[in-house]
């Protein structure tokens, strides 16, 4: 009986410490991580104290059915390519953003303004949705947007507030004048200063070796890219790994602070995520290539390989 109750006490004890490391998202301080910048995540704690006050608008970025199929309570769905061209063709503006007084209207529907809180969210093992939707409202302007840290999974293993009900928005009155381009870069800026950049595949490594599975012109990366993928920055449970950890990462490709790092990926969705985690992380010259592949592969002159 001793020995049975002696292994009883490992197996509980391995089952909490296992908890413990899937569900750290929960539990763990997001300034533990020692962030250069700590503005851009918040954690299911601070959500659930402080997600039914009038200055919080939580968008669902993950797209129309999953959201039906269940979401945190009071949040707006939404989608990237809601605010983003997609009745261009590949390779001419396919993917990037609209402009501002376009933006605008999207804007006004959904409830965006600049005197509320924004926490977009949406699933870690997607496409980094909720990154590319973060990136585009501060690039309009509205600085007061956060990442939910471990997005949707976090907030069921914490057994937040769901619904399947659909929230309909308040429409606002928000005028978008200029974008702020900082965390931007074209592909004629990319070619002008080839020598003075470096750039990064944020795609899968399959992706990177040329499978063309999205309808890309062509397949392969961009001629003397780097390849760290989107996902690396992550934790196994969605979570944005730490400031030592983010470091160490770019370090072992020589990258620095200063550096002025360009990120790729097919449409720039995956990228933006990554630019806005690397600029939280100090690397303040990280610059999201919004066309990506789409473009760069439709122009044959520019330079690929596999």
């Not at 929960?26 to 299911?44: C, F, G, H, P, Q």
């Not at 501060?138 to 399947?164: E, F, H, V, Y």
């Not at 989107?230 to 990462?249: P, R």
Request: with cysteine; charged share 25%; aromatic share 8%.
């Amino acid at each position: 009986m001793r020995k049975l109750y002696g292994l009883l006490l490992v197996v509980a004890a391995i089952f909490i410490a296992w908890m413990t490391i899937n569900n750290s998202d929960v539990t763990s301080s997001i300034k533990e991580r020692n962030y250069v910048k700590n503005d851009l995540l918040v954690n299911v704690d601070w959500l659930k104290e402080n997600l039914h006050k009038k200055n919080i608008l939580v968008l669902d970025a993950r797209g129309e059915e999953p959201y039906k199929e269940g979401h945190i309570e009071g949040a707006i769905s939404t989608s990237w390519q809601t605010f983003s061209n997609m009745k261009a063709a590949k390779g001419e503006g396919f993917t990037t953003l609209l402009k501002p007084e376009e933006l605008s209207k999207k804007f006004q529907e959904f409830g965006i303004n600049n005197k509320k809180t924004i926490i977009v969210y949406a699933n870690p093992n997607a496409w980094g949705e909720d990154g590319r939707i973060v990136w585009m409202l501060r690039m309009a302007g509205l600085s007061n947007t956060k990442i939910l840290d471990g997005g949707w999974p976090a907030w069921q293993r914490s057994n937040g507030k769901t619904s399947t009900k659909k929230t309909s928005p308040t429409p606002s009155k928000i005028l978008v004048k200029q974008m702020n381009n900082n965390m931007l870069i074209s592909t004629e800026e990319i070619m002008l200063k080839r020598k003075e950049i470096a750039i990064i595949d944020s795609r899968s490594t399959l992706e990177w070796y040329g499978t063309t599975s999205y309808g890309e012109s062509r397949g392969g990366h961009i001629k003397d890219a780097l390849h760290i993928e989107w996902s690396d920055l992550l934790n196994e449970n969605g979570t944005i790994k730490s400031q030592v950890e983010i470091e160490a990462i770019m370090g072992k490709e020589g990258l620095k602070k200063d550096d002025t790092l360009v990120l790729y990926c097919t449409a720039g969705i995956r990228s933006a995520h990554m630019t806005l985690i690397l600029q939280m992380a100090g690397y303040k010259n990280a610059k999201n290539y919004a066309a990506s592949i789409y473009e760069w592969s439709a122009r044959s002159e520019l330079p690929m390989e596999k």
